[in-house]
């Protein structure tokens, strides 16, 4: 009898979470696994910001995917999928030269989420998003760029638009981007490219209150999912490194230049950082149109997706609606690493349940909290309704992460890095 045949699409925290609970089974050899993902790697895309401002290596923050699975039996193909055909189960998986039919007996869906530009004209074209390892290496070359071009220019408004950084979109992602990213100019600016006695119109040199950090976002407050407190205590640390936040407002074009808002204002800028929001990314379905929920593939309470029993989605790219109390809105969980692996805990026993022919069960998310760093030695966070800001914050916030990694090697890795950075200055080779 042939084994059931599991095919993954994705390798981030909801795939790779759901390929090592199936793992147990892969063993005894009562099914076959398979991932298909984009790269060979699982990135930890929670430090793409740090990997983006010098504080992290590039490959400290992913792993390979043959070295988490290593002699479990999962196997690993490295592609992106054409389309899939649910009628006779088949994925076409396009490599670099060819593509092949993959045949499945149950599908999983994590393909995660894409940056979201929101066709606001010029974004797509001249901002930078934060969502791959090249994507981290970009915004770290494209600052230092900035800082060789500057020394070099006479004219003190070019120095100005050289040295003007700016970020769009205040949730977490871009308030970590924007703390780290001060903490990055100002290092570089004290130890390579500033001078004690300079002259103000020496162009070897770049006085501390030259470079200027914008963070802009369209809504009211920075950080809208954490308590007034807790807000204000990440836009007082990052006011305290000369970040000039500009709330309530809308970006309406982005040039090479800079932005310019609903307002009529220009923003002049180098760099445009965007983390403005993401959009799921949904694979090509042949004979099926998945039923979506604000641009996600709607699940029931068991993550299959709805008119399809044999394919289930998950993390980002699905939308599972809370029961919620009434009077309450109802919408889509978060599009959060610490949902996707909840998730990948009923989704894995559910593909279980239908192998061995056992009922299936109900999902039911219980949020353990969130953090967020806001540079170093400072994060808010709130665990289970308990509110945290500070030093203790950060600890805990590191610690957390670290743990999130599948390997003992990658902790091991980065909490060395970590720990060598607090006494060494970051890296600004180029790569």
Not at 146 to 171: C, N, T
Not at 214 to 225: D, N, R
Not at 286 to 292: E, F, I, M, Q, W
Not at 383 to 409: E, H, N, Q
Request: hydrophobic share 45%; with cysteine.
């Amino acid at each position: 009898m042939l084994r059931p045949h599991i095919v993954i699409l994705g390798a981030g925290f909801g795939g790779v979470y759901v390929a090592k609970k199936l793992v147990p089974a892969v063993d005894k050899g009562e099914l076959d696994v398979t991932i298909v993902n984009r790269t060979n790697s699982f990135l930890f895309t929670p430090l793409l910001h740090e990997v983006a401002t010098g504080a992290l290596d590039p490959r400290t923050v992913a792993e390979p995917l043959r070295e988490i699975f290593v002699h479990t039996g999962v196997k690993i193909v490295q592609g992106w999928v054409e389309s899939i055909r649910a009628a006779d189960r088949t994925i076409m998986v396009k490599s670099e030269h060819e593509s092949t039919p993959l045949k499945y007996d149950y599908l999983v869906v994590a393909t995660g989420a894409e940056t979201n530009f929101y066709g606001i004209p010029g974004a797509k074209e001249n901002a930078l998003p934060l969502k791959s390892l090249a994507d981290a290496e970009l915004i770290r070359d494209r600052v230092i760029d900035a800082f060789e071009q500057a020394i070099l220019a006479d004219d003190p408004s070019k120095r100005r638009e050289l040295l003007s950084f700016a970020i769009v979109g205040g949730g977490a992602t871009g308030v970590e981007v924007a703390a780290e990213l001060a903490e990055f100019v100002c290092g570089m600016v004290r130890r390579y490219y500033g001078g004690a006695h300079c002259r103000p119109d020496d162009p070897r040199h770049c006085r501390p209150e030259e470079p200027s950090i914008s963070l802009i976002h369209a809504g009211k407050e920075l950080l809208e999912q954490f308590s007034p407190v807790l807000r204000r205590a990440a836009m007082d640390n990052l006011e305290k490194k000369h970040v000039s936040i500009r709330l309530a407002s809308t970006v309406a074009s982005i040039s090479k230049n800079g932005l310019i808002l609903a307002t009529g204002e220009s923003f002049p800028a180098s760099i445009i950082i965007w983390s403005a929001g993401v959009k799921a990314n949904i694979p090509k379905f042949d004979d099926v149109s998945p039923t979506l929920i604000g641009g996600r593939i709607a699940v029931d309470s068991c993550f299959r997706m709805i008119g399809a029993d044999r394919i289930f989605a998950m993390g980002d790219v699905a939308a599972y609606i809370e029961a919620v109390s009434a009077g309450s809105a109802s919408k889509s969980l978060p599009q959060l690493a610490q949902v996707a692996q909840s998730e990948s805990k009923t989704v894995a026993s559910n593909i279980l349940a239908l192998v061995y022919g056992r009922p299936l069960r109900d999902f039911h998310f219980h949020s353990k909290g969130s953090m967020v760093s806001v540079g170093q030695w400072f994060a808010i966070g709130e665990i289970y309704s308990i509110k945290i800001a500070g030093r203790f914050a950060w600890w805990m916030w590191r610690t957390i992460y670290l743990f999130k990694f599948a390997s003992w090697k990658k902790r091991v890795r980065i909490g060395f890095e970590w720990f060598l950075e607090m006494f060494f200055p970051r890296d600004i080779t180029k790569i």
